[in-house]
Nanobody
Framework: QLVESGGGLAQAGGSLRLSCRAS????????MGWFRHAPGREREFVGV????????YYLESVRGRFTISRDNAKNMVFLQMDRLKPEDTALYFC???????????????WGQGTQVTVSS
């Protein structure tokens, strides 16, 4: 099970930190991805972090603004979002992948999402 938290309302230029807590899986074995889904748009890959946290890969439009990190001791992954833009408004959710061809992972588990709204 993956449960996200930390979403909310932010001003453009502001920051939010999303968290995702995993349970029922061997967390340290999974790469963890973040995705977002805005109304009227396709689900969009945001970024992914490797199982040991040594590698990360981001959507070009968030690179340099968003940072993914993880704490394997706490079974948690984080998405730090800085310099937010109105176009970052979406439902954000995390996903866990045991396999794939980095960074194109095959995701086995998905969370329900947490809403991020950025006002201009």
């Amino acid at each position: 099970q993956l449960v996200e938290s930390g979403g909310g309302l932010a001003q453009a230029g502001g920051s939010l930190r999303l968290s995702c807590r995993a349970s029922g899986l061997t967390f340290r074995s999974y790469a963890m991805g973040w995705f977002r889904h805005a109304p009227g748009r396709e689900r969009e890959f945001v970024g992914v972090i490797s199982s040991n946290g040594g590698l990360a890969y981001y959507l070009e439009s968030v690179r340099g603004r968003f940072t993914i990190s993880r704490d394997n001791a706490k079974n948690m992954v984080f998405l730090q979002m800085d310099r937010l833009k109105p176009e970052d408004t979406a439902l954000y959710f995390c996903a866990a992948a045991l396999s794939g061809n980095w960074p194109l992972m095959r995701y086995d588990y998905w969370g329900q999402g947490t809403q991020v709204t950025v006002s201009s």
